[in-house]
């Protein structure tokens, strides 16, 4: 869906970002910042207890619901920033992996590893800014 009030922008002179804008620019539009999306089920029980990828699915269902509940969508995002706890890079890839597979992909992004989480067994987290026309 064509969003008009958002535009994606990659830098020609620097080097290009793997499946991410470099900046995100909002015209005339309501801001909307979600508090960090956690993998949780309805009940409040962890999903994908050791799971990066399983983890990384049930938090983007939930800050999806979380925008949905403003009145936006995935493709209002402008910003998300990612924080996994990694011990190796193969951790922060495993969440990266299924957040450029999500409708999320095209939004700014950063990417961090952490050491712990508020959840016990929580691996990732994931907040956004979001702009609706």
Do not use: C
């Not at 080097?15 to 949780?40: D, E, M």
């Not at 700014?108 to 609706?132: D, F, M, N, R, W």
């Amino acid at each position: 869906m064509s969003r008009p009030h958002i535009r994606h922008l990659t830098v020609p002179d620097l080097f290009p970002p793997p499946g991410y804008a470099h900046v995100a620019v909002v015209h005339s539009a309501r801001l909307i910042l979600t508090a960090g999306a956690v993998p949780l089920d309805d009940r409040g029980a962890l999903v994908g207890r050791g799971d990066y990828a399983a983890q990384t699915k049930q938090t983007i269902d939930n800050l999806l619901r979380q925008l949905s509940a403003a009145g936006a969508a995935a493709g209002d995002v402008l910003k998300t920033t990612v924080y996994v706890v990694a011990r190796t890079e193969a951790d922060l890839a495993a969440v990266w992996k299924v957040v450029q597979a999500s409708a999320l992909a095209p939004a700014a992004s950063t990417l961090l590893g952490v050491a712990l989480l508020g959840y016990p067994g929580q691996l990732v987290e994931i907040e956004a800014v979001a702009a609706k026309g």
